[in-house]
């Protein structure tokens, strides 16, 4: 089944403590990207990646890093969270060159940042 | 550079009465238009998606959306609405450069009985 997986779904953590969220996808997808849900806000995207070790900053890309050393995985790492990292993250993937790009997304990660 | 906007945050409408979400959306740049939806504590997922041709786009679930290109629109409707439906809806432009995607802030469709 095509997807992308996203682990964890739910992480409550403390200021400052390191973390990392998973992102894996299994249809051989180009492109993939992180995005944070507020609300009010809708998704926003954080950073994306056009290819493997290709990676570039989002509208808010602040306190976050990402890297993509094998074309399935693209996780994102908050070094130091803050409270306002608090929010509903989404992990997504699309296939360079299909028209339209049609994205897929993974189940989401709900963090609290304490 | 693009932007959604999505004007109504919450919807309210009674099973089987037609129901209209409204999107325009800006940009200075060709995009393709889509329309993804959410169910409680799920992902995102494709509802439709305008390419090219007819301005009038269908999914499988009874929804539609109209392109119109000198309003800058591509509104959503469904002439029967279902409890099943309640989600929240989300107007998304995609640069075909960079594929980018830029959300509208989200309607909650609540679907009462």
């Known amino acids: 089944e095509a997807q992308v997986t996203q682990n964890p779904r739910y992480l409550i953590t403390v200021t400052g403590k390191k973390l990392t969220v998973t992102c894996s996808q299994n249809m051989n997808h180009e492109y993939m990207s992180w995005y944070r849900q507020d609300p009010g806000l809708g998704l926003r995207q954080i950073y994306y990646?056009?290819?493997?070790?290709?990676?570039d900053k989002g509208d808010v890309p602040e306190g976050y890093k990402v890297s993509r050393k094998e074309k399935r995985n693209f996780p994102l790492i908050l070094e130091s969270p803050s409270p306002n990292q608090t929010s509903l993250y989404f992990c997504a993937s699309s296939l360079l060159g299909q028209e339209p790009p049609e994205a897929f997304f993974g189940q989401g990660t709900r963090l609290t940042v304490v | 550079a693009q932007s959604v906007t999505q004007l109504d945050s919450q919807v309210p409408v009674f099973e089987e009465a037609p129901v209209e979400l409204r999107c325009n959306y800006s940009s200075s740049v060709s995009v393709y238009l889509f329309w993804y939806v959410q169910y409680p504590n799920q992902g995102l997922q494709l509802l439709l998606k305008y390419l090219s041709g007819s301005t009038l786009v269908e999914s499988i679930n009874g929804f539609e959306a109209e392109f119109n290109k000198s309003q800058t629109s591509f509104h959503l409707r469904k002439p029967s609405v279902h409890i099943s439906d309640t989600a929240e809806y989300f107007c998304a432009v995609s640069d075909k450069r960079t594929y980018k995607y830029i959300f509208g802030t989200g309607t909650r469709l609540k679907v009462l009985a």
């Open positions: 990646s056009m290819n493997v070790e290709v990676t």
